[in-house]
């Protein structure tokens, strides 16, 4: 039986934001991963085999794939030489524990979405303070005024938590 794109997104959305709401924190990244989910899932749908697995078995594969491939991108996200303020937890390079994450999700939860969106596309997605401010329509010196005032509301929030001294 073959299944339309459409058909594929109507019937599975809902078990694959379910199972990235599961792992991932982040609103706007979790809608991300499901796009990205479901383009890898159209563009490989001609080459789907109903004799090697069954469609939802198949598009689990997908969904795991793509929450694995967010989580490799985002260590291997490199943190500008201008962005030394933002070394939030020891100077030895080491992975993040999930309890460290955790904390860190939870505290960027607590800023106001401007700052918020600025830390996470200057940290997260890489991107430099002019490329921030041409992405959310703020001068160059405003990001990096938006950008201070947040890590610094980050450290604070961590050093309640105790991760951050």
Avoid: C
Wanted: charged share 30%.
């Amino acid at each position: 039986m073959k299944i339309t794109p459409e058909e594929l997104y109507n019937v599975y959305r809902e078990k694959v934001e379910r199972y990235i709401r599961s792992h991932v924190r982040n609103e706007h990244d979790r809608a991300d991963i499901v796009q990205q989910v479901f383009l890898n899932a159209i563009s490989a749908l001609k080459d789907y085999d109903p004799e090697k697995a069954s469609i939802s078995t198949w598009l689990y594969a997908i969904t795991r794939n793509a929450v694995i491939d967010y989580y490799r991108s985002l260590e291997k996200t490199p943190l500008s030489a201008d962005d030394n303020e933002l070394q939030l937890l020891s100077q030895e390079e080491k992975p993040l524990s999930e309890e460290t994450l955790e904390a860190l999700a939870d505290a960027l939860e607590q800023l106001p979405e401007r700052e918020r969106k600025i830390i996470v596309l200057r940290f997260y997605g890489g991107y430099s303070a002019k490329e921030t401010a041409e992405k959310l329509g703020l001068s160059y010196a405003n990001v990096r005024f938006l950008q201070y005032n947040a890590i610094k509301k980050l450290r604070k929030l961590l050093e309640i938590t105790g991760l951050f001294k």
